[in-house]
């Protein structure tokens, strides 16, 4: 889909929610066309814009511009200067060494993957999703780079990543991370951030050292409250010395046995795009206090106060809210443990059936394991268990599958409903919030029946 951008001297057409040009690899139109549409269009297509601003193809642009679109344009002559055809819009907008991912923006670049790319038990590093604070470092190098320990510990220290390997137990686990937006697109009134759907969760396999490990080796002090998390990427407006994220978990939180300081994704290097060469994974937690291109961890006598650590970034209201209201800064907590959550990976929604299907999916809580998965066919008037493993390690989500049939033709819808260990279930719709935060409601897909 494109939208219109209205400009000082035009309107134009972008891919939707395109900012503006970044250097990271995304193939993005923005810096085509950011010298106004008129040269866009002359250094794209060779289209040449008249004074009532329609604009007109012709020759070789209208050629290069059929190939692209994959048809001839019979209207070609009506097209406004600038416009990017809609069928150019998402498939320009594409992520290195990603496979299917959906790019909400580019500046910073976040995108997310469709539930039915999320099928795997172990999420491929091409579907792993992105979600970006500021600008990732150029080209990091894994043999030069450093992690340094510091604040308030008798032992601070600077590693290799080297020094890692060699000084430390190395561990491979599968590890859940989630954005604490991920379904704030469902939120009534809408709420402002990147706009995730389901996608913006996955588990691969990371390979690392435990925090707790080096926290010990550190010597850490009495008084010692929270980490502080820094990393290479730089705040969107170049400003040097603004970081664009950084957050810390609770001492507590930083010596559990599932978090690790991850040099390799599934086996191999880390994508450039999830934190390359070193970043942290905090299962269960928002994948925001996993530091992406991990520099430094800092040890804290006080809650760290870094960007998107204060205000109303990664907070929810101490109490229910109605939809829509103001609420004063001062009522928001930090969101800590992500709540029970389900996603249904196979069928996609939408599909057509048979009788029978088979639904399979992936359930997740936090800190927690899940208990049961149920599942509906009959907009929850019923319901059935599901089969549910064992997670391959504590900080793992967990795998379902059901047979389904139904009774006769028609339209179905198959929800899935997670109970965790503590009993807590996922709503049938969440309360709202500001943030559009912990959005846990029930997952369903469309299913025709033939």
């Known amino acids: 889909m494109a939208v219109l951008e209205k400009t000082k001297t035009t309107t134009r057409a972008r891919p939707a929610n395109v900012r503006r040009a970044n250097t990271q690899g995304l193939a993005s139109l923005s810096d085509v066309y950011a010298e106004g549409a008129e040269k866009g269009d002359l250094r794209m297509f060779g289209r040449i814009a008249e004074s009532d601003r329609r604009g007109f193809l012709h020759g070789a642009g209208l050629a290069a511009m059929s190939a692209l679109v994959g048809a001839t344009i019979p209207y070609h002559r009506f097209m406004p200067s600038g416009l990017i055809p809609a069928a150019l819009a998402e498939s320009m907008m594409t992520l290195p060494d990603k496979d299917g991912l959906i790019v909400l923006n580019d500046r910073p670049v976040n995108a997310e993957a469709p539930p039915h790319l999320l099928d795997d038990a172990i999420t491929p590093t091409a579907r792993h999703f992105v979600r970006n604070n500021g600008i990732p470092p150029e080209s990091p190098d894994a043999a030069t780079w450093t992690l340094t320990i510091d604040g308030l510990v008798d032992n601070p220290m600077e590693l290799s990543i080297e020094d890692l390997k060699s000084n430390f137990k190395v561990y491979t686990k599968a590890l859940l991370i989630e954005c604490g937006g991920n379904g704030r697109a469902f939120f009534d009134p809408p709420a402002k951030g990147n706009q995730w759907t389901y996608g913006a969760i996955a588990c691969s396999e990371w390979t690392g050292v435990r925090l707790k490990d080096v926290l010990k ?11 502080a998390h820094y990393g290479a990427d730089t705040h969107l407006s170049g400003k040097a010395g603004k970081l664009a994220i950084s957050r810390g978990v609770p001492i507590h939180k930083a010596m559990d046995d599932s978090i690790l300081i991850a040099f390799e994704q599934n086996g191999g290097a880390i994508s450039p795009l999830n934190g390359a060469p070193l ?6 937690w928002p994948g925001s206090c996993s530091q992406k291109w991990l520099r430094r961890i800092q040890i804290r006598d006080q809650v760290h106060d870094g960007p998107k650590m204060t205000g109303k970034a990664y907070r929810v209201p101490n109490r229910s809210v109605s939809a829509g209201e103001k609420v004063a800064t001062k009522d928001f907590v930090i969101i800590e443990r992500m709540p029970v ?12 059936s048979g009788e029978a299907i088979e639904v399979r999916g992936h359930a997740w809580s936090g800190d927690r394991k899940v208990k049961v998965v149920h599942l509906s066919k009959d907009f929850g008037a019923t319901w059935q268990k599901a089969k549910l493993q064992a997670p391959e390690n504590k900080g793992a989500w967990q795998n379902f599958s059901a047979q389904i049939t139904f009774p006769q033709s028609g339209y179905y819808e198959v929800w899935a409903r997670a109970t965790d260990s503590a009993g807590e279930s996922q709503p049938h719709a969440i309360d709202w919030n500001p943030k559009g935060y912990l959005n846990n409601s029930l997952f369903r897909v469309a299913v025709r029946v033939s």
């Open 279 to 284: 970043r942290l994974v905090v299962p269960g």
């Open 217 to 227: 080796k550190a010597k850490i002090k009495d008084g010692a409250v929270y980490t």
């Open 341 to 352: 959550k389900s996603l249904i990976t196979h069928p996609r929604s939408g599909a057509e």
